[in-house]
């Protein structure tokens, strides 16, 4: 199967304290693994990869008045697939 896809939030200003992160459910998948960043001084920084069995990522950004970015790859009969393409979100 391909990357995930249908990822949310993207190019949007989020400003509550929890950010739920999701994507389309990939067929036969078990596990998920969200990998997000976020920009700092124009790099982008590792931020945390969650893995869990959901398409849906719950987290808390710490890093106010920047840009996150997260992907998403499923795991389909004991192995990972490709990674999906970058979906980005201001935090305020």
């Avoid at 124009?42 to 069995?53: E, F, K, N, Q, V």
């Amino acid at each position: 199967d391909g990357a995930p896809t249908g990822l949310s939030p993207d190019r949007t200003a989020v400003t509550t304290s929890a950010v739920t992160l999701s994507c389309d459910p990939t067929s036969g998948a078990d596990l998920y693994e969200h990998q997000i960043e976020y920009a700092s001084s124009g790099t982008w920084r590792a931020y945390y990869t969650y893995a869990g069995s959901s398409t849906d990522r719950t987290f808390y950004p710490s890093v106010a008045g920047t840009t996150y970015r997260f992907r998403v790859r499923a795991r389909v009969g004991g192995a990972f697939g490709p990674w999906s393409a970058w979906a980005s979100f201001d935090y305020r």
